[in-house]
């Protein structure tokens, strides 16, 4: 009988390669497809769960991109794990941030939104590079991490205008561990925790 993890990984397959069809770029969304059984192995999220992230992020760009004016003039990012929605960017006013995080609740399968905007002009793209030299940065910190169980893969990191945002569902000491880690990064500005706890494997026990 096949798995929930692997039916889970099957559909996240053929919705990529679908969604590559629809778009005229299949051959790259198909080898991307690929890996997600690998990642699922060190998942803390269900399959169905990883999907419905992905899921989520697709609806989101597509409602981004359908936006109808003035709330084009903002520049925004939407993040989702474990079915909670990051969104990042910045926006001419705090009303049309406002007014693009209830969009982005109403969709199905949002459990909450962490609305991140700033007011302020779109960021430039020396900022934009800095904040990817950052992010990768910022993971080789966490590959540092001494702890048992620990693995730096489940740790989400989105960085925006040199903010750090850490998504994952991770212990309390490899929260702690990972924050403490990503604050002596040069050049972060800013650390944000949203992480979702889960009990320690030997308290589980």
């Given at each position: 009988?096949?798995?929930?993890t ?8 053929a ?21 997600y ?10 399959g ?19 936006l ?5 003039q903002?520049?925004?990012?939407v ?7 990051l ?14 995080a ?6 199905p ?8 905007m700033?007011?302020?002009?779109p ?16 993971k ?13 893969l ?6 925006e ?5 850490l998504?994952g ?16 990064v040069?050049?972060?500005?800013r ?6 706890y889960?009990?320690?494997?030997a308290?589980?026990?």
């Amino acid at each position: 009988m096949i798995s929930a993890t692997t039916r889970a990984s099957l559909a996240i397959a053929a919705l990529l390669a679908l969604a590559g069809l629809q778009m005229g770029c299949a051959p790259v969304l198909v080898v991307g497809a690929a890996t997600y059984g690998g990642t699922l192995l060190h998942e803390r999220r269900t399959g169905e769960t990883v999907l419905a992230d992905e899921t989520i992020e697709w609806r989101a760009q597509a409602l981004l991109w359908q936006l109808p004016e003035p709330l084009r003039q903002a520049r925004a990012r939407v993040i989702s794990y474990n079915q909670v929605a990051l969104l990042v960017g910045q926006a001419p006013n705090p009303a049309i941030a406002q007014a693009l995080a209830a969009r982005i609740a109403a969709l199905p399968q949002v459990r909450r939104v962490y609305n991140e905007m700033t007011v302020g002009p779109p960021l430039g793209v020396a900022q934009i590079s800095t904040d990817t030299y950052l992010g990768t940065r910022a993971k080789l910190a966490l590959a540092a991490i001494q702890l048992p169980d620990f693995d730096p893969l489940r740790v989400k990191i989105v960085v925006e205008a040199g903010t750090v945002y850490l998504l994952g569902l991770v212990t309390p000491a490899e929260a702690e561990a990972s924050i403490a880690k990503i604050r002596h990064v040069p050049e972060v500005q800013r650390v944000v925790s949203l992480f979702e706890y889960v009990v320690p494997p030997a308290a589980a026990s």
